[in-house]
């Protein structure tokens, strides 16, 4: 009996570059599932598809996909790849990112990116703690929760992603979690089909870290908080005041048409032109 | 035309360099605006969408040099223009860049320092930055002109040596030539020399990213042109791909280190006045070998004799030659806009019976040649 190979397969450099570096139970793998996805079903051509990350567990996905692919320096990821998309706009960007990268380091660039609308879909895998370097806390650490640099609880507030990308002026801004897989699958396409600056935040579990310090248990354990803990945003109307306590919400946040970027500098090189064939 | 090609003109060190990139086929451009080198910034942003070619304001210096990466990795030409504080901030995409041999072209010009220092005049304080600015063992190229044609000339040189070497350049205009004014006769388009980005003929399945050429160059293929890579800061094999072996990491740091050192004569640009035949020798670089080059002609009414030795490429430093023409003077004076950096290498390649002397300013004005005549006569 042959075994089938998942399509997948054809996306990822597996013969060459796996066994990967993530630990078990952890999240990361199941994005990079929902990516190949909807790459998939968007069509494109591996060459065309550039994923740019910065540093730390989510950014070593590049390493795994056969695509073009970048790993800059820490936080770094969008900046790099803004530089890519301009000078080669027919490429389809996209960047993966953990919650420290992305909203720590990385943060002035994000809003950044967002407020320039420059057309590149940010993965955002949240995990709420830096895992690479052994469970930090991060912005996104909740207040209370320990990590190895919060002995005592965090006592800082936490960034709302996607109230902030949504501020900035991103054109699409999405939240689900690995546990949610078509969910996320769907979420990732839209953000793909989406010009301009597309954001999918996906909570995922970090069991060898942020799970051990705060003794949540182990992979399925986290995997059953991501379930209770979380509601769909067309949950939210059926639901009594209370009941919504302490749940996170997922859903499409922000779906808006607006000019990108790309096609803003299109237009400013048309504008410069004639304004100097005038002068002629 | 943008590039008055054949003409003569008068023209500021800063738009020298602008234009010079322009020669040179820049694509893309991004920077962060910082005193004194933000006219080569506000020219671009006028000359590239033209030209159809990309130019953005990023929200800092690493996000500049980042973009400039990225850039160059999805196929165009690229350069940044910045002075001290966000040169600073550039080491980290600086040796991001050497790591994974990305050319591009980072322009500073130089103000005083350290910190915010002194952001509208002169000084020669980030020679060793340039040199050592980022961590980690890395080659680096650096060029400082000292005049306003050579604004021009050395910014094309710069995008020719990044793409021949596939590694950062750093052009390293002091505050006085980049906002200097001199008459300009450019060059006829056809005389200069644009050393196009080289691309592999090997089919995608050879494509090495890092071949190990004789040159310890190969050409870098650009992102969406078939050959898919993997780029990474990690230490890396030849394909890209992080590794830890031994012989891997060793092989690519020889590497990174052998394609400057192996090729010094590509590199070495010295200019030498009566060196020679002359006991004493001003060492002295960027605006301060105007000084020197006046100080000479006034040294010379007094029936003194004095050799002048301009390094044009800071580094790689010219090791061989000022060991060959300098250790056997009686006293070298290096005048710098700095409390002494250059200086060091000076005295690493003479032997300790050369009297080295130091002349400093550090006060944001140029060295006078005034200044130059004294030391000279107080040392002979």
């Not at chain 1, 013969?15 to 993530?22: A, D, G, I």
């Not at chain 1, 900046?79 to 720590?104: E, R, S």
């Not at chain 2, 800063?14 to 080569?40: D, H, K, M, Q, R």
Request: hydrophobic share 40%; aromatic share 8%.
């Amino acid at each position: 009996m042959s075994a089938t190979i998942p399509y997948e397969y054809k996306y990822l450099r597996s013969k060459k570059r796996f066994p990967h570096v993530w630990c078990p139970g952890c999240g990361i793998g199941i994005v990079m599932g929902s990516i190949i996805r909807a790459v998939d079903t968007m069509g494109w051509d591996k060459d065309d598809i550039v994923m740019v990350s910065g540093i730390g567990c989510t950014s070593r996905m590049p390493v795994y996909v056969d695509f073009n692919t970048l790993h800059a320096t820490h936080g770094r990821g969008l900046v790099f790849g803004t530089g890519v998309k301009m000078a080669n706009p027919k490429l389809n960007v996209m960047a993966v990112m953990g919650d420290g990268d992305a909203l720590a380091i990385g943060g002035n660039h994000i809003i950044h990116a967002a407020r320039r609308n420059i057309d590149i879909t940010a993965i955002i895998v949240n995990n709420n703690n830096y895992g690479m370097t052994g469970g930090q806390f991060s912005p996104t650490t909740p207040p209370g929760a320990r990590t190895s640099t919060t002995p005592y609880g965090m006592i800082e507030p936490a960034f709302d992603v996607c109230k902030l990308m949504d501020g900035a002026g991103a054109s699409f801004v999405a939240r689900g979690t690995v546990y949610h897989v078509t969910e996320l699958d769907n979420m990732i396409l839209k953000a793909f089909m989406k010009k301009g600056f597309s954001v999918v935040e996906a909570l995922a579990p970090c069991p060898t870290n942020f799970g051990r310090a705060n003794r949540l248990g182990g992979p399925v354990e986290m995997m059953q908080i991501l379930k209770d803990n979380t509601i769909n945003i067309s949950q939210l109307k059926a639901m009594k005041p209370g009941q919504t306590d302490g749940k996170i919400v997922r859903g499409i946040f922000v779906d808006r048409d607006s000019i990108s970027y790309m096609e803003r500098y299109e237009a400013l090189c048309e504008k410069a032109k004639k304004a100097a064939e005038a002068k002629k | 035309m943008i590039v008055p090609w054949g003409e003569t003109r008068l023209v500021q060190g800063n738009e020298a360099v602008a234009l010079g990139a322009v020669a040179a086929n820049i694509g893309f451009f991004a920077g962060y605006p910082i005193t004194p080198s933000t006219e080569i910034a506000e020219l671009l942003a006028q000359y590239m969408p033209l030209l159809d070619k990309k130019w953005i304001q990023m929200e800092d210096e690493i996000a500049s040099i980042s973009a400039l990466i990225g850039g160059r990795l999805a196929g165009s030409k690229s350069m940044t223009a910045t002075s001290g504080p966000g040169f600073s901030l550039m080491q980290e995409g600086l040796g991001y860049a050497c790591m994974t041999e990305v050319p591009i072209v980072v322009v500073n010009v130089m103000r005083g320092g350290p910190s915010t220092g002194l952001p509208t005049q002169a000084a020669q304080g980030d020679v060793m930055q340039a040199r050592w600015g980022a961590h980690g063992d890395h080659p680096v190229i650096a060029l400082a002109p000292c005049n306003v044609k050579e604004c021009f000339e050395l910014t094309i040189r710069a995008f020719n040596l990044s793409e021949t070497f596939r590694t950062p350049v750093i052009l390293l205009p002091d505050e006085i030539i980049g906002h200097m004014r001199e008459r300009v006769v450019f060059p006829l388009k056809e005389d200069v020399h644009v050393v196009p980005m080289p691309v592999p003929d090997v089919p995608v399945e050879w494509y090495e990213h890092y071949h190990e050429s004789t040159s310890n160059v190969s050409p870098m293929a650009s992102f969406g042109s078939g050959y898919r890579y993997h780029v990474t800061g990690l230490l890396h094999d030849k394909h890209g791909f992080p590794t830890r072996k031994e012989n891997e990491v060793i092989a690519k740091m020889e590497r990174l280190k052998h394609k400057i050192t192996r090729r010094l004569d590509e590199l070495e640009d010295v200019q030498m006045h009566n060196v020679e035949e002359s006991p004493v020798i001003i060492f002295a670089y960027g605006s301060v070998y105007r000084s020197a080059l006046a100080a000479q002609a006034i040294l010379k009414k007094k029936r003194k004799t004095v050799g002048i030795f301009r390094p044009v490429t800071l580094w790689p430093f010219p090791d061989r030659t000022v060991k060959e023409m300098l250790d056997s003077k009686d006293v070298i004076l290096v005048p710098e806009l700095n409390q002494g950096q250059m200086i060091h290498e000076v005295e690493r390649m003479t032997r300790d019976s050369v009297r080295v002397v130091p002349l400093h300013r550090i006060d944001g004005y140029e060295i006078t040649p005034e200044e130059i005549v004294d030391a000279v006569m107080e040392v002979i």
